[in-house]
């Protein structure tokens, strides 16, 4: 008793933290001295680059103190077209080092050691497919190499070559995302087995003839309850039961949505003036920069039309790009992502518009580019 005992205080005392810190180390080899290594954070599906760090002696290292205890990802990135347009994504909490090592330059082949059990199962994941990843990391590099000597010299023959390569590796990713639902069926579920599971919903929403459906249907059939209202329970059970998405002259899909304030709002509520909805996020660029316009179009038109901005993005996130900018027209959010509204008018990019006319029907999507409306 009293060795057991003895071996569960060393075991317990091994895995507590030593520091509340998180940090982050590569040793690369082969790999030139000079290239910027970006580290994002990832907050309601927007990247931001936090912290930089140069390489030297084939070593890079960021060192960061998290705001909280909780399981986060963070990606890695390198600025350099020798890369795959790529990023190495970690899984970290407050307390973890990882390493990271590799003579390459297909960053999904360099061993990653941590001791967070959803780092353990990426890099699972990662091996099962190596080759196929090596293949996928080296056809991204030259198809980029061919695209930019296409716009330089506008030469056919190179985008044609893109394409085709933009297509074999279109294949690749199906070969390897079948490959992780296959080890995911076998694997206990946790927060990176989740992540998966709506990367694979999220290749069938876009790609319907992709043959995953059965295994993501026995994927989504393992979730309990509560795993099956989060972000990727949902984006699993709407990829397999795809909602009807509006067409023109359909009323147009409502539902509860919130503003900064919490009150609830509806697209209804506006009936009698043409509605604008744009669908946006901090992370994308272009949305941000149509805000001076749509500030603009709200005022000139306040009696005929209301503008209405639907954030995509989580809570937390909507509130911080908010104080961000002014934005005088209404701010609402349906708190669902991809999953409620913007799954309903079929968005899948942003920014994305709609018009809704003054009867509450679906008139035209992306109407900036549409001459046929008149206030």
């Not at 609830?264 to 001076?292: E, N, R, T, Y």
């Not at 937390?316 to 913007?342: A, R, Y």
């Amino acid at each position: 008793m009293k060795i057991n005992l003895l071996f569960g205080i060393l075991f317990l005392a091994s895995c507590t933290p030593k520091h509340d810190e998180v940090r982050i180390e590569g040793q690369l080899k082969n790999i030139d001295d000079g290239i910027v290594v970006q580290l994002f954070s990832t907050e309601g599906n927007v990247g931001k680059c936090f912290m930089t760090d140069t390489i030297k002696d084939g070593k890079f290292s960021f060192v960061y103190t998290p705001e909280d205890n909780g399981l986060k990802t963070v990606d890695v990135m390198l600025r350099s077209n020798k890369f795959p347009p790529m990023s190495l994504q970690l899984w970290v909490r407050k307390g973890s080092d990882t390493e990271i090592y590799g003579d390459n330059p297909y960053i999904y082949s360099w061993n990653v050691e941590s001791h967070v059990d959803e780092q353990r199962f990426r890099q699972k994941l990662i091996k099962s497919s190596l080759k196929e990843w090596e293949d996928f990391q080296r056809l991204s590099i030259e198809r980029i190499k061919c695209y930019m000597a296409y716009r330089s010299g506008n030469d056919a023959k190179f985008k044609t070559k893109a394409d085709s390569l933009s297509n074999v590796c279109d294949e690749i990713t199906l070969g390897i995302y079948k490959n992780n639902a296959r080890i995911m069926l076998d694997s206990d579920i946790n927060e990176a087995w989740m992540h998966e599971l709506g990367n694979l919903a999220r290749m069938l929403k876009f790609k319907k003839d992709a043959p995953i459906r059965t295994e993501l249907q026995q994927l989504y059939d393992m979730l309990d309850d509560e795993q099956k209202k989060s972000d990727a329970g949902r984006a699993a059970y709407l990829a397999l039961n795809p909602p009807v998405v509006a067409k023109v002259g359909d009323i147009a899909p409502d539902g509860d949505i919130y503003g900064l304030d919490g009150n609830i709002h509806h697209i209804s509520d506006l009936k009698g003036k043409f509605v604008l909805l744009d669908f946006w996020s901090d992370g994308c660029g272009p949305c941000i920069m149509a805000q001076p316009e749509l500030k603009a179009i709200s005022e000139k038109f306040k009696d005929k039309l209301e503008v209405v901005s639907l954030n995509i993005q989580d809570r937390k996130g909507w509130e911080n790009v908010s104080k961000k900018h002014s934005i005088t027209w209404h701010n609402w959010n349906d708190l669902q992502g991809n999953n409620g509204l913007s799954a309903l008018y079929g968005v899948k990019g942003i920014p994305y518009f709609v018009m809704i006319s003054p009867e509450g029907r679906f008139s035209i999507s992306d109407p900036v580019t549409e001459k046929t409306i008149s206030l």
